[in-house]
């Protein structure tokens, strides 16, 4: 006898039924989920077809075919470059007057023939040169384009040629003044906050050719140029080069004389960017007063008026400077008044802060000298702050340009040095009364320079 509970074959149907219909409910739920992802994910990239190498595949000759005609039909990526092409002749550009001429060129004031802009020519001296091209001319263009994207350096355009190997021309940007002979016209120097605003330009100028390894080795006011609109840039690479690190050793017949460092006229060798940062100590100087900090008539008085400006050092304030080879045969009494520095004194009129500015770019001790980034933000950034602040460049005055035409009154001054043996200081010197007044209860106030072999 059969329960009356048992599953009949119609209830086994009916259950079958409702599995069915729940597995096709589940399968659409999936089907739809898979949808709506394959929706929001982005669109597969295509494989890049590759070509086959196996030349018995049977369609190995139309994938060459395909690749043969990709290759066709794609391009090579360019990049905007000048073209190397050979360079223009000197007459392209109208000579107009001449404007100065120094050690190592001709500069000339010229117009160019085809765009009518006003530009400067300087005619390499190449007369004496007997073997082949010089390095100094070569260093002069290389560093020119290295420092092409420095506002305060002046703009190289090109290098034209004349008629022979001999005559080769250098185009510049032409700036109308140079700070030396601004000097010869102004009645007045210029003021604290106009001589803020040129120093703060020399001084970014010489930081990056620093940042740059390069050395400009003969700053001088004659170099640095002016615009109408207040802008400073520095000219005359003649003497520059690359250095290194380690630094290599190099000649001591750079930097004209008045504005040399004294590790130079003491004879060093191994040096680096401490002797520019010298001679934009003796500009600050000379922007101040008009007339150049130390006018020695050789290098052995320029020895001396050094010493008598900031005092005779001693192995405190410059270590290892009687090893050198020129301070050797150096004699001189040590006394207070021969070791007292007399900056303060010289320019009683700039402030404190000026004056520590001035005597960190004048540390004899190129150890010790400020780098121009610490005359810039380092501890001379007080000096920027103070009053008077630096005067807007638009702002300084203006003169008529004697470059452009006008005749240029001639100053003494030392020129650049020329490439040759350094000159050698020997024999006995005495130097009286350099410190005389300073202090008139010490006896034998001054000191003699003896300079032997």
């Not at 009518?116 to 390095?135: C, N, Q, S, Y």
């Not at 703009?155 to 190997?165: A, P, Q, Y």
């Not at 008045?258 to 040096?271: C, I, K, N, V």
């Not at 933000?377 to 638009?394: D, I, L, N």
Request: aromatic share 6%; hydrophobic share 35%; with cysteine.
């Amino acid at each position: 006898m059969s329960s009356r509970w048992a599953d009949t074959a119609e209830d086994r149907e009916h259950a079958q039924r409702l599995k069915a219909e729940k597995a096709a409910r589940k399968a659409a739920k999936e089907e739809a989920r898979r949808r709506r992802e394959a929706a929001a994910a982005p669109p597969p990239t295509p494989p890049t077809k590759k070509r086959r190498t196996n030349p018995s595949s049977p369609s190995a000759s139309s994938n060459s075919a395909t690749t043969t005609s990709t290759t066709a039909t794609s391009k090579p990526l360019r990049f905007p470059a000048p073209e190397i092409a050979a360079c223009r002749h000197v007459d392209t550009y109208e000579p107009l007057n001449r404007i100065e001429e120094g050690s190592y060129g001709i500069v000339s004031r010229a117009r160019d023939t085809e765009t009518g802009e006003i530009v400067a020519l300087k005619r390499l001296k190449l007369e004496r040169e007997t073997d082949g091209f010089p390095i100094t001319s070569l260093r002069e263009i290389r560093t020119l384009m290295a420092a092409r994207r420095c506002e305060g350096v002046v703009g190289l355009r090109e290098v034209v040629m004349g008629d022979s190997l001999k005559d080769v021309y250098i185009v510049m940007d032409f700036i109308p003044h140079d700070l030396k002979t601004l000097f010869d016209d102004m009645p007045e120097p210029f003021l604290l906050s106009e001589t803020k605003t040129l120093l703060h330009q020399l001084l970014t100028a010489v930081s990056f050719l620093h940042s740059h390894w390069i050395l400009h080795r003969d700053l001088k006011t004659s170099n640095l140029l002016l615009s109408h609109t207040g802008q400073l840039k520095i000219a005359d690479f003649g003497l520059a080069r690359f250095y290194g690190d380690p630094r290599p050793p190099l000649t001591q017949l750079v930097v004209t004389l008045w504005y040399r460092a004294p590790e130079l006229l003491l004879g060093g060798t191994t040096y680096g960017p401490e002797i520019d940062l010298w001679s934009c100590g003796c500009i600050f100087a000379e922007l101040m007063t008009r007339e150049p900090l130390l006018q020695g008539k050789n290098e052995i008085d320029q020895v001396a008026q050094i010493f008598q400006l900031l005092g005779v050092p001693t192995e405190e304030s410059w270590p290892g400077w009687r090893a050198m080879p020129n301070s050797k045969g150096l004699t001189y009494p040590k006394t207070q008044a021969t070791v007292k520095n007399h900056l303060r004194t010289r320019f009683p009129l700039l402030t404190a802060k000026g004056v520590e500015l001035l005597d960190g770019l004048l540390k004899m001790d190129p150890k010790q000298r400020w780098s121009a980034e610490e005359a810039l933000s380092g501890r001379g950034k007080t000096f920027w702050m103070e009053e008077p602040r630096m005067k807007r460049r638009e702002m300084l005055p203006t003169w008529p340009s004697k470059a452009s035409g006008e005749k240029r009154r001639k100053r003494g001054s030392p020129g650049a040095p020329v490439r040759g043996d350094a000159p050698v200081l020997e024999g006995n010197l005495e130097v009286k009364g350099l410190f005389d007044g300073e202090e008139e209860e010490v006896a034998g106030a001054g000191f003699a320079l003896r300079m032997g072999r």
